[in-house]
């Protein structure tokens, strides 16, 4: 069965900081992978997502993650923290057939 | 365009009302989701919708009925909630083929 597992319920950077989210899958199949983020009272955007090909994915706002299959890693980076990239983060990962199955969330602070 | 909608975005009701949440995406995906989401808990799944027909039912309390009456619109009906169903709803829906699930804002929930 698959599973998501996200290293750290709450990460605190400082602003300009590296911002390093960690997440590991496992998975039978090959997967597809997905970062979220989900600001207060809101619902879930799609940061970016890995399907096949290129293992450094872009997303939007400046992050990226890189799929290291021989690690079952797709951790989310961002060279530099902004006050408005504090949030709520989830990985996901899907095997098909329309389940996502998520991970437990990191919480990100950002300090001025 | 990746948008959908959810209505109301805030809904209070008692134990003995009935009530309703919609949800619209007008981008031709044919599949579309329900989940629940508790505070600080990732989003559990509760209905997928796939061409209009109810394709998974993660074994949710039969107080939640949902109901897809094109592909455009998914509702969920709301009868006899218990306060422990008090929750952030976010509906989701996907195109064919792909499996990136794209949310609405949610509908913020509070049952007295």
């Known amino acids: 069965a698959q599973s998501v597992t996200q290293l750290g319920s709450h990460v605190s950077v400082s602003e300009g900081a590296l911002v390093l989210l960690r997440c590991n899958y496992s998975s039978s199949v090959p997967p597809y992978l997905f970062w979220y983020v989900q600001y207060p009272n809101q619902g879930l955007q799609l940061l970016l997502k890995y399907t096949t090909g290129a293992t450094l994915v872009k997303g939007i706002n400046g992050f990226e993650a890189e799929f290291k299959k021989s690690e079952t890693s797709f951790h989310l980076t961002k060279p530099s923290a902004h006050m408005s990239d504090a949030a709520e983060y989830f990985c996901a990962v899907t095997p098909g057939g329309g389940k996502l199955i998520f991970g437990q969330g990191t919480e990100l602070s950002v300090k001025p | 365009d990746t948008e959908v909608t959810q209505t109301p975005k805030h809904l209070v009701m008692g134990m003995t009302n009935k009530k309703s949440l919609k949800c619209e995406q007008h981008?031709?995906?044919?599949?579309m989701y329900w989940y629940k989401q508790k505070a600080k808990k990732p989003p559990e799944l509760m209905f997928v919708?796939?061409?209009?027909?109810?394709?998974i039912n993660e074994s949710v309390p039969s107080r939640f009925s949902p109901e897809c009456p094109n592909s455009s619109l998914l509702n969920l009906h709301l009868h006899a909630l218990q306060p422990e169903d008090s929750a952030l709803y976010l509906c989701?829906?996907?195109?064919?083929?792909?499996?990136?699930?794209?949310f609405g804002p949610g509908t913020r929930l509070l049952v007295l």
């Open positions: 989701a829906s996907t195109r064919t083929g792909d499996e990136t699930q794209y």
């Open positions: 919708y796939s061409y209009e027909k109810l394709s």
């Open positions: 981008m031709g995906h044919r599949a």
